[in-house]
């Protein structure tokens, strides 16, 4: 059957995607061609030094530690508040989650400034402390403001994702497992959980991603506690070595792509 509208022919359509794949080709795969190959210039043992290297090695796990704790925290917290708020109906609820979802439009810098601004040499916490006797205690650059700033601008991503996906479930599943005399652990066990698994999975992905890969709060905060963004720049910029800067971002983009594709695999294209 010939349809009457607009049918573009294949050469129409290869001019259309030229712009598009030079671009991708000259600023992405290059670039990360460029990457791989650089860390071959001083020995293939390069590649390897984040696990033969004492600090590089405590570098990574202490972001991978960080970004597994503040994942499970976000999820458990988002799926709590998301799901509350596309149950309950109540007066201000949508100004509610936009303030909710508000710090997804600032940067890392701004965050860590926030977080300095309550936990840091001259915040509220110390100034506070200070006037009960206890000294001016501080959190913000360590391992504590790095959790809070983290959890501070995830979070919001997974309350907006657990509101949309709860408010998509089917209510009857539900209402049927009610009828048959279910619990409430048992509706959560049986139905919440089943129904919002791909969501956990896609947004635990992402969550974890952003959080290995910050930098800008990271830059701000991890005075006393290095996560691997800032000892590749510290590699980079401070000690021009760029092979091994080269090899850590390698690292880095493999342990995040391998995370983000065994999600996308588990969960389906359904939830992303």
């Known amino acids: 059957m ?17 712009p598009a794949v030079a671009f991708f080709t000259a600023f ?25 290297h004492g600090r590089y090695l405590q570098s990574l796990l202490q972001t991978l530690g960080l970004s597994a704790v503040v994942t499970l925290s976000t999820l458990v917290l988002g799926a709590l508040v998301g799901i509350t708020l596309a149950r309950q109906r109540f007066r201000g609820q949508q100004l509610l989650l936009s303030l909710l979802t508000l710090p997804l439009s600032f940067p890392g810098v701004i965050v860590g400034f926030f977080i300095i601004l309550l936990g840091g040499r001259q915040g509220v916490v110390a100034d506070l402390m200070e006037s009960l006797g206890a000294g001016r205690t501080t959190f913000a650059y360590g391992l504590a403001g790095l959790f809070i700033a983290y959890l501070y601008f995830s979070l919001p991503r997974a309350i907006a994702t657990y509101t ?16 048959l005399g279910a619990s409430r652990w048992q509706v959560a066990r049986d139905v919440w959980i089943p129904e ?18 910050a930098f800008g709060t990271a830059f701000t905060l991890s005075t006393k506690f290095e996560v691997l963004p800032i000892t590749i720049y510290n590699e980079f910029t401070n000690y021009a070595n760029f092979a091994l800067a080269a090899s850590l971002s390698v ?6 792509w391998l995370v983000l594709w ?9 939830a992303w």
């Not at 996906?165 to 497992?177: F, K, V, Y």
């Open 28 to 52: 992405w795969l290059l670039p990360a061609a460029l990457l791989m190959a650089l860390p071959a210039r001083q020995g293939w043992a390069t590649y390897a030094a984040v696990l033969t």
């Open 164 to 179: 949309g996906a709860a408010r998509a479930m089917d209510p009857q599943l539900e209402e049927a497992a009610r009828s």
């Open 251 to 256: 690292t880095l983009g493999l342990i995040t």
């Open 196 to 213: 919002l698994g791909p969501t956990t999975l896609a947004c635990g992905a992402i969550v974890f991603a952003t959080a290995m890969g």
């Open 262 to 270: 065994m999600a996308r695999r588990a969960s389906g294209r359904a």
């Open 2 to 18: 010939r349809h009457g509208g607009f049918a573009p022919s294949r050469t129409m359509l290869l001019a259309c995607a030229a």
